[in-house]
């Protein structure tokens, strides 16, 4: 197949065929977003805040390639997230963590064959020992690669794999790497990458949040493209295995509840410079309610920890903070800092028919209605507004789940 002049041509040919081919590897790449830089030698991928995957790649790397090796090359991409790679370096060496990473990918036969990518020298990925198990985890491989001398092979001198390759001789030819235990009887030679882990260091979430944001992404690419590809069947078991983060779904549920700017005279209207014509600001735009269970069963040290979570958004809030125990105890305005110097009021049982009667009375019905709470009283009526429940269970979550309303639950 030739090749395509435009980078953005061939990444969207290469997107669209994966669509017909391939429907759910082209429905995943269609949730990322593609960012053209020329400081990424080839393509990588990172998570990041607000729940997106970015793939970043370089415009010469991808000339180099037809359509049908873009396809094989975005297919990777989405496996290293799929399996959470980019997130679970830790403190691992990163060589030889990407080394492993590559081989849970490349080494198995129902995956896509970046290592055959046909002639391209400096993208046929890595050798590997047949004796070797397909089935290990990447944790499992990486404790193996640690006791192997690893020879990492030169790329050829003017591509453009050579340009950022660490170790050169004084006429500035790449030169192998060898890496690895001295005493090591067993020697493996890899062959130069074609994708760029280090941009995995720009990943700006947690490996539990990483987790949530790649859950939803494989939901949608079920629900719209139908099966998923055999051999991640057990990656994406793996993904509903922890306990749901809190401080994603937090955000998520009031980012939906910021609808639409508001119009300010304090800021100048961009588009209409003019005198006489509003502004407009995302600050302090919505209205929150934080209701704060009392009862005494609620731990000083969780409370801290999501008050601390609700700091990092507070500015796109009107924040009312109020606190109940078996009844209505006082609120007030709420402003950033304020949870240090807290007065805790009441400290008796818990009733949520005070608290919803008190938010409904006293005209604190906010956009946005957080509940902090155990969970251990009896559950009112279900409400018309939004609701979410932030649970810190003393004993088993199903014992304190709301009967209706968004919950989320504070780990230990």
Not at 14 to 21: F, G, Q, V
Not at 74 to 102: K, M, S, Y
Not at 372 to 395: F, K
Request: charged share 30%; with cysteine; net charge neutral.
């Amino acid at each position: 197949m030739p090749l395509v002049n435009s980078t953005s041509d061939l990444l969207i040919r290469a997107r669209c065929k994966l669509l017909t081919t391939e429907a759910w590897y082209g429905t995943m790449a269609a949730m990322f977003r593609w960012k053209e830089c020329d400081r990424v030698p080839t393509i990588g991928v990172r998570v990041v805040d607000g729940g997106y995957v970015d793939c970043l790649y370089n415009p010469k790397f991808c000339d180099q390639l037809t359509v049908d090796e873009m396809m094989a090359v975005v297919q990777h991409e989405i496996e290293h997230i799929v399996l959470l790679h980019c997130v679970r370096t830790g403190t691992r060496d990163p060589r030889r963590w990407n080394v492993a990473t590559d081989y849970i990918i490349n080494g198995k036969e129902s995956s896509p064959k970046i290592a055959n990518l046909p002639e391209k020298e400096e993208c046929r990925g890595i050798y590997y020992p047949e004796k070797w198990d397909n089935n290990l985890t990447s944790e499992e491989l990486y404790d193996r690669l640690s006791k192997v001398r690893l020879r990492y092979k030169a790329p050829k001198k003017g591509s453009d794999l050579a340009k950022g390759w660490p170790k050169k001789d004084e006429n500035g030819n790449p030169q192998d790497i060898i890496d690895g235990p001295p005493d090591a009887t067993e020697e493996i030679e890899i062959q130069p990458g074609f994708d760029d882990h280090d941009i995995w260091a720009g990943s700006t979430v947690g490996e539990d949040e990483a987790r949530q944001v790649v859950k939803d992404m494989v939901r949608q690419a079920g629900i719209k493209a139908g099966n998923v590809p055999g051999h991640l069947l057990g990656a994406i078991d793996a993904l509903e295995e922890p306990c749901v983060n809190w401080k994603y779904e937090l955000r998520q549920f009031m980012g939906r509840a910021l609808g639409g700017k508001r119009r300010t005279w304090s800021r100048a209207n961009r588009r209409q410079p003019e005198f006489g014509i509003k502004g407009r600001s995302n600050h302090a735009s919505v209205k929150l309610t934080v209701c704060v269970d009392t009862s005494g069963s609620v731990n000083q040290k969780l409370l801290n920890q999501f008050f601390s979570e609700l700091e990092m958004i507070s500015q796109k809030f009107k924040i009312t903070l109020m606190q109940f125990d078996h009844g209505y105890q006082c609120h007030d305005q709420y402003h950033r800092g304020d949870w240090k110097k807290l007065e805790i009021k009441g400290r008796g049982g818990t009733s949520f028919v005070e608290c919803f009667k008190a938010l409904e009375e006293k005209n604190l019905v906010g956009k946005c209605n957080l509940i902090l709470t155990d969970g251990e009283a009896t559950w009112p009526v279900e409400r018309d507004y939004p609701v979410l429940w932030v649970i810190i269970p003393h004993g088993k979550p199903d014992a304190v789940t709301p009967p209706w309303g968004k919950y989320i639950f504070i780990e230990k």
